[in-house]
């Protein structure tokens, strides 16, 4: 009884972020058709479209997929390669809104640690754990500050940017 009563609250609060942000639960390299059960608008993809080499890339808005995550002003980029997932991003592009992915990856993922919560930092941190590569990001364009979190694993990394990616509209 100790051990199921242990194995269920380990599950609990294990997966209690995934239920919160299933946009978290969806692996590196998951077929599109399971993937489309999390991300509906993969319902879109067809793989016939693509050419060989080329990935689809979809824009979505991430509160859409991660509850009371305080993502309001996130877009969600789920890359497609091979029909597999290669990549989820989060990116930021509104200056005027400070650490709002910074928060997320330290409630959800990993501290990126304090230097990287100062509003003019500029750089990425490497937040990789086992498979996964994650890179979390401030760049300046034009002298405004983006935020970017990027989620990927080295067998899909080559996928994931370059000219090679295709945006589709939904």
Do not use: H
Not at 45 to 61: C, H, N, T, V
Request: proline share 2%; hydrophobic share 40%; net charge negative.
């Amino acid at each position: 009884m100790k051990k199921l009563f242990s194995k269920l609250l380990f599950l609990i609060l294990f997966s209690s972020s995934s239920f919160a942000c299933p946009l978290l639960s969806v692996d590196i390299g998951t077929p599109v058709r399971d993937a489309q059960n999390t991300f509906e608008f993969l319902m879109l993809y067809k793989s016939e479209l693509f050419g060989e080499g080329y990935s689809a890339k979809y824009q979505a808005y991430a509160a859409d997929y991660c509850e009371n995550s305080n993502l309001e002003n996130t877009d969600l980029e789920v890359i497609i390669y091979d029909s597999k997932v290669a990549g989820i991003n989060l990116v930021s592009t509104d200056s005027e809104i400070k650490n709002e992915i910074y928060n997320f990856v330290k409630n959800n993922i990993s501290d990126p640690g304090s230097e990287a919560e100062n509003e003019n930092w500029v750089g990425y941190k490497d937040l990789s754990l086992g498979n996964l590569v994650i890179m979390y990001s401030k760049i300046n364009i034009r002298n405004e500050i983006f935020e970017v979190l990027e989620i990927t694993n080295p067998q899909m990394i080559d996928y994931t940017t370059g000219e090679e990616i295709i945006e589709v509209m939904g």
